[in-house]
């Protein structure tokens, strides 16, 4: 029923899971970011992606689901502030950019791959801490799993804002979305607004986030493959983001930490102690 199988494709070694009880598969490029590139349910494929971006190794890709760490968005001019230090930071923080490590793999009651990251010299230029990021994607009845653990290796309490950029295919701007958020924060013109009043998508050029759901799940359906989605996450992520790009066949429905520039605010940081680790999850089931 489940398999993991590997192969080379024109640049990065694949890992490739599948569930043939439920049609489904997981296709995941460890050395290009960790990054998840496929997410196909019942024969249908549930994201997209932008091959240009993905082999070329100094663009940021655009498609499958980014890991987005230490941080999830911007920072103003590029740069935070820590213990009087100024620090340089590319957007979304620099996992999806790294190389991480398979350390096991299972076919055991489900198909899942083990990934590390681990803090070198270079990644201290711009967050000064040593860690190790630890994710196992699960594919099990057609529902991916992403089971996290942020480990602080440092002998001082390490901040972070983790997030995910799940691109999922849709020429449709203007979707439904099934949430308790009342109010979201349009960042075309940094107005508050009312989440009854619609999330179209549709020429915005900057992201809206859901700034106050209580429940940690929201769910659409993608209008061309007529599938629900459903995502569920750990209640770490206490904001979901959402985002296109005028033209192109897909909506991003992002959970994150934090909102954007948290490392200067510093006002919703997590911090993970010495020698400890926060665990959390990201669920995606179709239905």
Not at 131 to 150: P, R, S
Not at 269 to 287: D, H, M, R, S
Request: one cysteine or more.
């Amino acid at each position: 029923m489940f398999e993991i199988k590997q192969y080379q494709d024109e640049k990065y070694k694949i890992y490739e899971l599948t569930d043939s009880s439920a049609n489904s598969w997981l296709k995941i490029a460890p050395e290009r970011g960790g990054i998840i590139i496929g997410f196909g349910v019942q024969g249908e494929e549930l994201l997209f992606l932008n091959k240009k971006t993905f082999y070329d190794a100094d663009a940021n890709i655009r498609g499958g689901i980014p890991i987005l760490f230490p941080i999830s968005g911007q920072l103003e001019n590029g740069e935070y502030m820590w213990n009087g230090q100024v620090y340089k930071m590319k957007n979304h923080g620099f996992a999806r950019n790294q190389p991480w490590e398979v350390i096991g793999t299972s076919v055991d009651g489900e198909a899942s791959i083990t990934l590390s990251l681990e803090s070198n010299d270079e990644m201290k230029k711009s967050y000064p801490f040593d860690f190790e990021v630890i994710f196992t994607y699960v594919l099990k009845d057609g529902t991916l799993t992403i089971n996290q653990e942020y480990v602080n290796r440092s002998d001082s309490a390490m901040p972070l804002y983790a997030g995910f950029h799940p691109y999922f295919k849709t020429t449709d701007k203007n979707i439904g979305y099934d949430t308790d958020a009342q109010t979201f924060l349009d960042y075309n013109d940094l107005q508050l607004k009312q989440v009854n009043n619609g999330l179209d998508l549709t020429d915005k050029k900057e992201s809206l986030v859901l700034t106050d759901a209580v429940k940690k799940e929201i769910s659409f359906v993608l209008p061309e493959l007529n599938k629900k989605v459903l995502m569920e996450y750990g209640e770490e992520f206490k904001y979901v983001y959402l985002w296109t790009e005028k033209g192109q066949g897909f909506i991003c429905v992002e959970p994150w930490m934090a909102k954007t520039d948290e490392l200067n605010r510093k006002e919703e940081l997590y911090f993970v102690k010495p020698g400890e680790a926060l665990k959390t999850f990201l669920t995606i089931t179709v239905e």
